[in-house]
């Protein structure tokens, strides 16, 4: 009704401006007055802001003149008069709501009413967004950015309190997932968020629920590591932890527990197979998902028992030990070598290990303890006095031996023939050469120290009086490659024994007589072929190849495997040189007991100078010093090695070259027997220049000794 009265004001102003402006009228006393008749002119100067919670708020307009307000629409005011200018009014109360149609009129003083100002559509809005928690923060989390939602029903402003913030500071309508900048370790709980939306309201305040960022994993430490070796399948296992968590296995290994605890952490690993153990981990994950990895030591799963693996000097039938040898014991596996002992007090069988003569009525007196060696694998028995010889040993391992992972010995172990010491010492036999085939004195005529000296067993045996092996006697004729030989030694039995082997270089080397041209003392060795090639050990230059010994010249070198030639077979010690430094340019080997010069000049000479070279040499204090015979100079050789083929530890800085022996080649006695140290060949070479093809100078290495 107020909209229609304002309107019919409004066009009866318009008819009666229209009738005119400014008029004059005259009075009775001809005086001219002037009438206003121009309507006022209202313009918006301030909207209401817009939205806004102000329910009573303020407008400003300007008037061109002064006159009385009137309202219309929604709006209403207790300002009625209006000033020439600017009218600021504060409208009355209003409801949460749009106004669009609110107009203000002003009448001027002379009733002229103004143009109708509607004003700027505004909003009013007093109610406060309301926010709730929709996705809490994870908690413990090890995010230290994490990621929060929560709703809100109007778009706004968000606001952060407490510990937390984000870059993200605009709301919108329904959810909103902020990310919270980065965190430090610890528990959050004064968090709080707020949205102020656009007309000023702020909401009501949610505190984030409590939660934990927690970044840093456990720390493990390993407190009691698998036994290594063990025979425990399910062994236990002990690592602490700084935090409770999760376990989590890796590897080979695995355990029913899952669940650690702060401090220490006993697990049982399940079953496992018998081997090492490398590769097993443990994980430990906390509750906020850190995790931390430990590598579990390397152990080993045994539960097999040892077994003694052999037996050094001490084969069953195994003959020509000496008295003063040890006895070796060397079993499958490490051994707990607190439970191998033997009687170091008196002749008692006590001990683990022990060593008879009579059956294990008594036993050697050992001087200590058995010594371990090689992992403690190996044991090595010292008797205190030397053996008996010519007398059968036994040895015997009993069950009370344990190896390292606690396994003992499943049934005693005896051998059941034991080792026969030697009867009388080791000698090397001379060559038989006991013609003179120079004025020079030095050469092999003029020493005789162990004459060659058999025994015939048996007609199929023959034993060496000086090197104490037992040969066979006959060969049987065949020829055959190297491969065929050794197993057709291995399976012989003859003169009822049945350790037949293939000899070494050096041992068949010692059964030839060099005063008969290389040939075989047919009185002992009957039916051998006078130029036969006899087989021997593989070669170390090339494993194609083997050592060889030429009867009827008495050569020693090497052939292809693939060659067939006659085999004779041996048995007994198989004794190796073995060297001491005198620390005077001398080197003893312990089983010929003679006496080399260790390092030589290195100067070549013919061979006649070299027999004088040796007759005149001081060395050590002793002027004995002679050039060895052949068998002497191929003793020292290493079949082992070559370039140079000899041991440079006791003989150092040896040439790779041809060494004179004081022994005349009786095929052609203008040659003398020398070894190649090269490879270790035994051949003839001229004595002097007159030899065209051959540079006769060799050289010189002397020895002294050898009773």
């Known amino acids: 009704m107020s909209w229609f009265v304002l309107i019919l004001i409004f066009f009866f102003s318009l008819t009666i401006i229209s009738c005119g402006d400014d008029k004059e009228e005259y009075s009775d006393d001809n005086t001219t007055t002037t009438t206003d008749t121009t309507a006022p002119v209202i313009a918006e100067v301030t909207k209401v802001t817009t939205p806004t919670n102000d329910t009573t708020p303020d407008y400003t307009f300007s008037s061109t003149e002064a006159g009385t307000i009137s309202y219309g629409g929604s709006c209403s005011s207790s300002t009625t008069i209006s000033i020439s200018g600017n009218n600021t009014i504060t409208l009355d109360s209003l409801s949460d709501g749009t106004y669009s149609d609110c107009i203000i009129v002003v009448r001027g003083t002379t009733g002229y009413l103004s143009n109708t100002l509607t004003i700027t559509t505004f909003i009013v809005d007093t109610t406060a967004p309301e926010i709730a928690e929709v996705t809490f923060v994870t908690t413990p989390n090890n995010d230290t950015t994490p990621d929060y939602t929560f709703s809100s029903n109007e778009a706004g402003t968000i606001t952060y309190g407490g510990s937390c913030s984000s870059s993200t500071t605009s709301a919108t309508s329904g959810n909103n997932t902020i990310t919270l900048v980065s965190l430090s370790d610890g528990t959050y709980s004064d968090c709080t968020i707020t949205v102020t939306d656009s007309a000023g309201n702020i909401s009501n305040t949610i505190t984030i629920t409590s939660f934990i960022v927690d970044s840093t994993a456990a720390t493990l430490a390993e407190v009691t590591a698998v036994t290594t070796p063990t025979n425990d399948s399910t062994p236990n296992y002990t690592f602490s932890s700084s935090e409770a968590g999760t376990i989590t296995y890796g590897g080979s290994c695995s355990s029913s527990i899952t669940s650690a605890t702060t401090d ?9 197979s018998e081997g090492t153990y490398s590769n097993c981990t443990i994980t430990v994950t906390d509750n906020s998902s850190n995790s931390v990895t430990l590598n579990i030591s390397s152990f080993v799963i045994d539960t097999t028992a040892p077994t003694v693996s052999s037996v050094s000097t001490t084969a069953d039938n ?29 002749t008692s069988c006590s001990g683990t290990l022990g060593v008879s003569s009579d059956n ?108 104490h092996l037992m040969w066979q006697r006959q060969d049987d004729g065949t020829r055959r490659t190297w491969a065929d030989a050794e197993p057709y030694c291995s399976g012989l039995s003859l003169g009822g024994q049945s350790d037949w082997r293939i000899p070494e270089p050096h041992e068949l080397q010692t059964i030839v007589d060099f005063g008969k041209s290389g040939a075989l003392d ?88 070299a027999l004088s070279s040796c007759e005149a040499l001081t060395l050590a204090s002793q002027s004995d010093w002679r050039l060895p015979n ?50 270790g060949t035994q051949y003839s070479r001229h004595k002097t220049d007159e030899h065209a093809s051959q540079t006769a100078d060799k050289y010189v290495r002397c020895v002294r000794g050898g009773q």
């Open 630 to 679: 052949i068998k002497e100079l191929f003793s020292i050789v290493d079949t082992s090695e070559y370039n140079p083929a000899i041991d440079e530890t006791y003989f150092p800085a040896t040439q790779s070259a041809d060494y004179w022996s004081s022994t005349t080649y009786l095929v052609n006695t203008t040659n003398a027997w020398r070894v190649d140290f090269n490879v």
């Open 360 to 467: 294990f009525s008594s036993c050697v007196q050992m001087s200590s303890a058995p010594a371990s060696s090689n992992y403690n694998m190996m044991f090595t028995l010292n008797p205190s006095d030397n053996l008996t010889g010519g007398t059968t040993y036994k040895i015997r391992v009993t069950t009370g031996v344990k190896d390292a992972a606690g396994n003992a010995l499943s049934s005693q172990y005896d051998n059941s023939t034991g080792f026969t010491t030697l009867p009388a010492t080791y000698k090397l036999p001379d060559t038989g050469q006991t013609v003179s085939y120079t004025n020079t004195v030095g050469e092999d005529h003029d020493y005789l120290i162990n004459s060659p000296s058999f025994i015939i067993n048996d007609s199929d045996t023959v034993t060496d009086n000086n090197t």
């Open 318 to 346: 195994q003959s020509s030990v000496s008295i003063t040898d040890n006895m070796t014991v060397t079993f499958s596996e490490a051994m707990d070598n607190t439970t191998v002992t033997a009687n170091t007090d008196n």
């Open 522 to 609: 047919a009185t002992y060795f009957t039916g051998t072929d006078s130029t036969g090639y006899y087989w021997s050990t593989t070669y170390a230059a090339s494993s194609s190849k083997a050592w060889y010994m030429r009867v009827g010249y008495g050569t020693v070198g090497d052939l292809g495997k693939t060659n067939t030639q006659f085999t004779r077979c041996v048995r007994g010690a198989n004794r190796t040189s073995s060297f001491t430094d005198n620390g005077d340019n001398t080197t003893t080997d312990t089983k010929t007991r003679l006496v080399w010069q260790k390092s030589t000049s290195g100067s070549e000479m013919t061979w006649e100078e």
């Open 264 to 272: 220490n952490n006993t697990i049982t690993l399940v079953s496992l």
